[in-house]
């Protein structure tokens, strides 16, 4: 039956099980065709809209006849239910590792090691030496039946249902040119082409999440991601390169394994080419040192094979790589690099940050791909562009940053960079404070909205379990959060066919946002992401005020009157609080039910505490200082790091040091640990530690 047989019209609960059957083989096959032809020769036959046609059929006849999906049908793509862990499995032959050099010194006494051995002439195969993560893949009769990581070299993870979202792996190998053998184990490369990656990071930057360092760390995290959907959404490929194990088929040469495993629908390294001595072979790899910058993918240098396989048998291998094979690799990148292009990040406080994506750099052992240019200012004074040459450093060794423009002569440059006049995530006007460029609408902001999910999930706010930042960003990108408010109504349901998610973790999420409905003051505010408030300063708010309104409510007068609190302060806490947009999501999240609890200080109970301040020196016996700390913050006081002449008390456990003599000197109070024990009873009784409830 040819493709244009296929009778599409007629309703597939309309066919007998036969006919699903038999329409069902031709799809999978005129579909696997059509896979080979767009991702291994890249020479597409049929438009995007007519594979969807075919695809959406083959669907419909499983979902009408399970019993008809196979391995090796094109809808197994899509990713499996996640595992709780990733087996291990044994190679069906050790994966060795390459002895490497980057000296010519070496590659000569290599060349003269295997003429020793094998005898003249010898050739050599010689390909790229591709920087992705090493997978072996077994078939049998045809059909890929697992996937493995390298690992130790003798046995690594089970990938499998992550490998079969990988368009460029044949879940079921070609015949068309030479016959399938009854086994076959291939060794092949993971790894994210530089165009893809690149798009990658653009969209995690303009979403306001970290980009990827460099591809290869992108391939091998989505490889062993426990959540096969999560790996189908990475621009993964795959290229074949060796043959681990095979029946009925021999091989005499590289170079047929080559040929091979093209011929059965693999994508395999390109200009791999045979050569007989040390000058082609340098030739070679100063080619590709040269194409290196232009190149789609990224190699760290060139593999050097011996060709003929009886010969490699004859060498042999230590117990670490084989005698018959070199990697002759390039010097990194060291501190120069290219601008690829300069994206814009929108990050939690709305602030829209250029940011350089760059081709990756070595910079101090450490691989950067790209580097903050802080605002439009900073981009203006150093001038770079996209497309210019720029030098890179990491700034106190951790933080990358561009330095400046290496002049390249006679080298026409792009236009100069110009920050977006709307915000790259939700299309409203940005706005100029100082040299920053900023998003206005906080809690509307899909990048902003993220960013607050997760700050209000945070340890020192809310404590949500589970809402870190790929859950806060499934839920934005999804459209199941449009607001802090929507939390409060998710249903299990909604999350659990998400990736990462299933029945029991869906239920445990929503679960945990409502118990924490009834939350401390101080956490609220601080969770709310105020600018200027960090956890110090929402409890010194709280206990000042002792209820939410009162604090929505104040004035900049009022607000000054907390202890730390000055004009510029007061002025962002007011504003803030007075927004429009603001206000309006606030009492969205407050209509949910939140119970805020004031610090016993606000009652009256315990309330000689507020703004008391204890420093700590020395060991103690009964609790952690973490722990110490949450009983005074609990009290309505505060811990602080030094002693001065406004500390309150200062507790001595055993050892204490210099803190405890500056205290004898200025006449503050000295507990011991069980003194200090006894006053925390007294201030923060059990009943939910003296704190009330407020509106």
């Not at 050099?101 to 790229?128: C, H, I, M, N, S």
């Not at 002025?571 to 803030?576: K, M, R, S």
């Not at 609990?634 to 500390?647: D, E, P, Q, R, Y």
Request: glycine share 10%; charged share 30%.
């Amino acid at each position: 039956m040819a493709q244009e047989e296929l009778d599409l019209d007629t309703p597939t609960q309309a066919l007998t099980r036969a006919e699903a059957e038999a329409q069902a083989g031709v799809l999978r096959r005129t579909l696997q065709r059509h896979n080979y032809l767009y991702y291994v020769e890249a020479k597409p036959e049929i438009s995007d809209g007519e594979y969807d046609t075919l695809f959406r059929r083959l669907k419909a006849l499983e979902e009408a006849y399970p019993d008809l999906v196979t391995p090796d049908s094109p809808t197994q793509r899509v990713g499996a239910e996640p595992r709780d862990d990733l087996p291990t499995i044994s190679h069906t032959a050790p994966m060795l590792s390459l002895d490497s050099t980057k000296e010519e010194e070496d590659l000569v006494r290599f060349d003269e090691r295997v003429r020793k051995a094998v005898g003249d002439p010898v050739q050599y195969l010689v390909e790229p030496k591709l920087d992705g993560a090493s997978v072996e893949l077994v078939y049998e009769e045809g059909v890929l039946v697992r996937a493995v990581t390298r690992g130790n070299g003798q046995e690594g993870e089970g990938v499998t249902e992550n490998v079969r979202t990988i368009s460029s792996v044949p879940l079921r190998l070609r015949d068309e040119v030479r016959p399938v053998p009854p086994f076959l184990a291939i060794r092949g490369e993971v790894l994210m082409y530089l165009s893809a990656f690149r798009a990658l990071n653009e969209k995690l930057v303009e979403e306001g999440s970290d980009p990827f360092a460099n591809p290869r760390n992108a391939s091998a995290g989505a490889l062993r991601q426990l959540d096969p959907r999560i790996t189908a959404q990475r621009p993964l490929d795959l290229l074949a390169f060796d043959v681990l194990s095979v029946t009925e088929v021999e091989f005499s040469e590289d170079r047929e394994i080559v040929e091979a495993l093209g011929d059965w629908g693999f994508r395999v390294p390109e200009r791999v080419a045979l050569l007989d001595n040390v000058d082609g072979i340098l030739e070679y790899h100063q080619a590709f040192i040269r194409d290196r910058d232009d190149l789609d993918y990224e190699i760290d240098g060139i593999v050097i094979k011996l060709n003929d396989l009886a010969s490699r048998v004859t060498m042999g291998s230590t117990s670490r790589h084989p005698r018959w094979a070199l990697a002759f690799k390039f010097e990194p990148r060291k501190e120069v690099t290219r601008i690829h292009r300069i994206a814009v990040s929108v990050g939690r406080t709305g602030v829209v940050t250029p940011v350089a994506l760059l081709l990756p750099v070595e910079v101090g052992g450490v691989t950067v791909s790209r580097a903050s240019l802080h605002n439009r200012e900073e981009v203006d004074r150093k001038d770079v562009r996209e497309g210019d040459l720029v030098r890179i450093q990491r700034a106190g060794d951790v933080i990358p940053q561009v330095l400046g423009r290496v002049e390249e002569a006679g080298k026409e440059r792009g236009p100069a960079f110009q920050m977006p006049s709307k915000c790259p995530s939700c299309g409203t006007e940005v706005v100029e404070r100082g040299p920053f460029t900023v998003c206005p609408n906080q809690f509307g902001c899909p990048a902003q909205l993220k960013g607050r999910i997760m700050h209000f999930g945070s340890r020192g706010a809310l404590d949500i379990e589970g809402l870190g930042e790929e859950t806060a960003a499934l839920l934005v990108q999804e459209g199941l959060v449009k607001g802090l408010a929507d939390l409060f109504d998710l249903k299990a349901g909604d999350i659990m066919d998400l990736p990462g998610f299933a029945e029991k973790s869906a239920e445990n999420l929503v679960q945990g946002i409502h118990n924490r409905k009834r939350v401390e003051l101080r956490r609220f505010l601080h969770g709310l992401g105020i600018p200027e408030v960090g956890e110090a300063v929402a409890r010194d708010l709280a206990s000042h005020f002792g209820g939410f309104q009162a604090i929505r409510n104040a004035d900049r007068e009022a607000l000054e009157a907390v202890d730390g609190i000055g004009p510029k302060m007061s002025e962002v806490i007011h504003g803030f609080f007075h927004e429009d947009h603001n206000s309006k999501a606030i009492d969205e999240v407050l209509s949910k039910g939140m119970d805020l609890i004031a610090p016993s200080a606000a009652r009256g109970e315990g309330g000689s505490m507020a703004g008391k301040k204890f420093v700590f020196t020395g060991g103690m016996e009964s609790l952690s200082r973490p722990e110490a700390k949450k009983l005074v913050e609990a009290a309505g006081a505060k811990t602080v790091s030094s002693v001065s002449a406004s500390t309150n008390y200062v507790v001595a456990g055993e050892n204490a040091g210099s803190k405890l003599v500056r205290a004898q000197e200025l006449g503050v109070k000295v507990l011991s640990e069980e003194q200090f024990l006894e006053l925390m009873d007294e201030v923060n009784p059990e009943d939910e530690g003296g704190e009330g409830v407020v509106g």
